[in-house]
Antibody
Framework: EVQLVESGGDLVQPGGSLRLSCEAS????????MNWVRRAPGKGLEWVAN????????YYVDSVKGRFTVSRDNDKNTLYLQMNSLRVEDSAVFYC?????????????WGQGTLVTVSS | ERVMTQSPATLSVSPGERVTLFCNAS??????LAWYQQRPGQAPRLLIY???NRAAGIPARFSGSGSGTEFTFTISSLQSEDFTVYYC?????????FGQGTKVEIK
């Protein structure tokens, strides 16, 4: 059974940093593009970033470029999101999602999410 | 970025009824469209990808159609567990973008 388990969410002050992790199991992690998607309170879903199987291609939504970094460790079956210079508007539940078998950017499987709150 | 617009925002229907949801893209996205179900406090669940392909394990009462800019999602006979929120998402262009959701509620 495919499982994605996020961790690392916390309360952090504006300007602070946080690293999220997503531990994957039940599938061959190194074969799939992986993604981070977030949902801010009372708002819709927003695709944040994704990363190719070998980690050599990464893409970010404009609102996080230069502040967030996605990475992966295929030996540990783990996806990461390093978030710096956090803003109040970054507060959200962050989900990791596995892309489809063809590599397309849709979320075939999702974790339960981890809550990030940015507040003073 | 592609703006996805879902309609209606809310649908009030009775169990057993057929329901159709709509999703419109601001520019063409070919057939690169997915539909998700999200229950409160849960992660999104993929129902449809490629506009009309059911994901593994998804019941046949869920179906999708369309291409380009206009898409539909149908639940042929609503079950109690289907009363929740549904999102469309295009993945033809970066960044992937979601509609704002349609809430299907019990009439």
């Amino acid at each position: 059974e495919v499982q994605l388990v996020e961790s690392g969410g916390d309360l952090v002050q504006p300007g602070g940093s946080l690293r999220l992790s997503c531990e994957a199991s039940g599938f061959n992690f190194r074969d799939y593009w992986m993604n981070w998607v977030r949902r801010a309170p009372g708002k819709g879903l927003e695709w944040v970033a994704n990363i190719k199987q070998d980690g050599n291609e990464k893409y970010y939504v404009d609102s996080v470029k230069g502040r967030f970094t996605v990475s992966r460790d295929n030996d540990k079956n783990t996806l990461y999101l390093q978030m710096n210079s956090l803003r109040v508007e970054d507060s959200a539940v962050f989900y990791c999602a596995r892309s489809g078998d063809e590599g397309y950017d849709y979320g075939a499987k999702w974790g339960q999410g981890t809550l990030v709150t940015v507040s003073s | 970025e592609r703006v996805m617009t879902q309609s209606p925002a809310t649908l009030s229907v009775s169990p057993g009824e057929r329901v159709t949801l709509f999703c419109n893209a601001s520019q063409g996205v070919n057939s690169n469209l997915a539909w998700y179900q999200q229950r409160p406090g849960q992660a999104p669940r993929l129902l449809i990808y490629g506009a009309s392909n059911r994901a593994a394990g998804i019941p046949a009462r869920f179906s999708g159609s369309g291409s380009g800019t206009e898409f539909t999602f149908t639940i042929s006979s609503l079950q109690s567990e289907d009363f929740t929120v549904y999102y469309c998402q295009q993945y033809n262009n970066w960044p992937p973008t979601f509609g704002q959701g349609t809430k299907v509620e019990i009439k």
